[in-house]
C-alpha cells in the first residue's frame, strides 16, 4: 500500500557495516543499548563455535575485552560471570577502574603513543581521583606530573623501544638497558633520545585515533582479574590493576613504581589493612 511505503522510505536503511569498515578501517559504532557488555558476549568462541573451556577465566575474559575496548574506547565495562573460579562472582569493574582503563588511551593519544601499554595505564591510574590504588600512589607522593616525565624519559631513552620489543632482544641474549648504558657512556645521557617513540599514524574514527593496548597492557587486565579473584573480591578495582602491575617481573611502569619504593607484598597488604578499615 502507499501508506507502507512511504513507512518503508521513512525508516533509516542498515548500514552495511562490513563494507563500511572495509573502507574507511575504522570499528562499527556500538548501539546505544549495548554500552554495557555482559561477559557472555567476552566470552572466546573455540573451534566450530564451540565455546572455549574456562580453565582460565582471564585469558578467556581479556583476550575478548581488549578487542571490545579497541572498538569502542569510551564503552561502560560491566562483567558478570557466576560459574567462574568456584562460584565466585566478578561483577563489575569499579568507576575509578573503569576510568583507569578508558583514560589509558587518552594519556597514550596525549603523548602521541601508537599503543597503549602498561605505563599509560599508571598514568590514568594516578589520576582517577578515587579509588585505594589511587590513594597507594598518593600516598607514596606520586603524581602525574613525575609520572609521566619519568615514563617519557625511560621511554626516550630506549629510542621508544617497546617492552615487547625489548624482551624479544633479552631472549636472543641482547640486553636494551645495557646498550643504552655503554651509547650513553660514550655519547652522553639521552644519546638514542633522537629517535623518540614512533609518531601515531592511526586512522580517525568517531572517538579519535584507534590506539590498540599492547599484549603487557592486556596483561595487566588479566593479572587485575586474577587478583580479584584471588582476594575473592567480587569487582575490579584500581588496587587490583596496582597488584598486577607490580606482579610482573619488568617494563617501564613496573620500574618506575619500584624505584618509588612500592613493592607487590607491602602494597597487597595496605590494600588489605584500607579495605578492612572500610568494612
Same mark, same amino acid.
Given at each position: 500500500?502507499?501508506?507502507?511505503?512511504?513507512?518503508?522510505?521513512?525508516?533509516?536503511?542498515?548500514?552495511?557495516?562490513?563494507r563500511h569498515n572495509s573502507q574507511r578501517h575504522v570499528p562499527a559504532r556500538q548501539p546505544a543499548n549495548s554500552r554495557t557488555i555482559p561477559l557472555h558476549q567476552l566470552r572466546n568462541p573455540g573451534?566450530?563455535?564451540?565455546?572455549?573451556?574456562?580453565?582460565?577465566?582471564?585469558?578467556?575474559?581479556?583476550?575478548?575485552?581488549?578487542?571490545?575496548?579497541?572498538?569502542?574506547?569510551?564503552?561502560?565495562?560491566?562483567?558478570?560471570?557466576?560459574?567462574?573460579?568456584?562460584?565466585?562472582?566478578?561483577?563489575? #569493574? $569499579? +568507576?575509578? *577502574?573503569? =576510568?583507569?582503563?578508558? %583514560? @589509558?588511551?587518552?594519556? &597514550?593519544?596525549? !603523548?602521541?603513543?601508537?599503543? /597503549?601499554?602498561?605505563?599509560?595505564?599508571?598514568?590514568?591510574?594516578?589520576?582517577?581521583?578515587?579509588?585505594?590504588?589511587?590513594?597507594?600512589?598518593?600516598?607514596?607522593?606520586?603524581?602525574?606530573?613525575?609520572?609521566?616525565?619519568?615514563?617519557?624519559?625511560?621511554?626516550?631513552?630506549?629510542?621508544?623501544?617497546?617492552?615487547?620489543?625489548?624482551?624479544?632482544?633479552?631472549?636472543?641474549?641482547?640486553?636494551?638497558?645495557?646498550?643504552?648504558?655503554?651509547?650513553?657512556?660514550?655519547?652522553?645521557?639521552?644519546?638514542?633520545?633522537?629517535?623518540?617513540?614512533?609518531?601515531?599514524?592511526?586512522?580517525?574514527?568517531?572517538?579519535?585515533?584507534?590506539?590498540? #593496548? $599492547? +599484549?603487557? *597492557?592486556? =596483561?595487566?587486565?588479566? %593479572? @587485575?582479574?586474577?587478583? &580479584?579473584?584471588? !582476594?575473592?573480591?567480587?569487582? /575490579?578495582?584500581?588496587?587490583?590493576?596496582?597488584?598486577?602491575?607490580?606482579?610482573?617481573?619488568?617494563?617501564?611502569?613496573?620500574?618506575?613504581?619500584?624505584?618509588?619504593?612500592?613493592?607487590?607484598?607491602?602494597?597487597?597488604?595496605?590494600?588489605?589493612?584500607?579495605?578492612?578499615?572500610?568494612?
Amino acid at each position: 500500500s502507499s501508506a507502507q511505503r512511504a513507512t518503508d522510505q521513512s525508516e533509516p536503511q542498515p548500514l552495511d557495516t562490513r563494507r563500511h569498515n572495509s573502507q574507511r578501517h575504522v570499528p562499527a559504532r556500538q548501539p546505544a543499548n549495548s554500552r554495557t557488555i555482559p561477559l557472555h558476549q567476552l566470552r572466546n568462541p573455540g573451534q566450530n563455535g564451540a565455546r572455549r573451556p574456562a580453565e582460565d577465566p582471564p585469558a578467556v575474559l581479556f583476550h575478548r575485552l581488549s578487542r571490545f575496548l579497541d572498538a569502542n574506547q569510551g564503552v561502560k565495562l560491566s562483567l558478570h560471570q557466576p560459574d567462574i573460579a568456584g562460584g565466585r562472582h566478578v561483577r563489575t #569493574f $569499579t +568507576r575509578p *577502574a573503569r =576510568q583507569t582503563v578508558v %583514560g @589509558a588511551r587518552e594519556a &597514550a593519544s596525549r !603523548l602521541n603513543y601508537v599503543t /597503549i601499554g602498561p605505563e599509560h595505564l599508571l598514568l590514568s591510574l594516578v589520576q582517577a581521583g578515587d579509588g585505594v590504588g589511587y590513594r597507594i600512589l598518593v600516598g607514596y607522593g606520586l603524581t602525574a606530573t613525575e609520572l609521566e616525565r619519568e615514563i617519557s624519559e625511560r621511554t626516550l631513552r630506549r629510542a621508544g623501544l617497546s617492552e615487547r620489543d625489548a624482551e624479544a632482544l633479552r631472549t636472543i641474549g641482547v640486553d636494551p638497558d645495557e646498550i643504552v648504558r655503554r651509547v650513553e657512556e660514550s655519547f652522553g645521557k639521552g644519546a638514542l633520545s633522537s629517535a623518540g617513540p614512533e609518531r601515531r599514524r592511526g586512522l580517525r574514527g568517531s572517538r579519535g585515533p584507534h590506539i590498540p #593496548f $599492547t +599484549r603487557e *597492557a592486556k =596483561q595487566i587486565l588479566e %593479572g @587485575a582479574l586474577r587478583e &580479584a579473584l584471588a !582476594l575473592k573480591h567480587n569487582y /575490579i578495582g584500581t588496587e587490583h590493576i596496582l597488584l598486577a602491575m607490580l606482579s610482573e617481573d619488568r617494563g617501564i611502569a613496573t620500574d618506575v613504581l619500584t624505584e618509588h619504593g612500592l613493592s607487590y607484598d607491602v602494597v597487597r597488604q595496605r590494600v588489605l589493612d584500607e579495605l578492612r578499615r572500610a568494612s
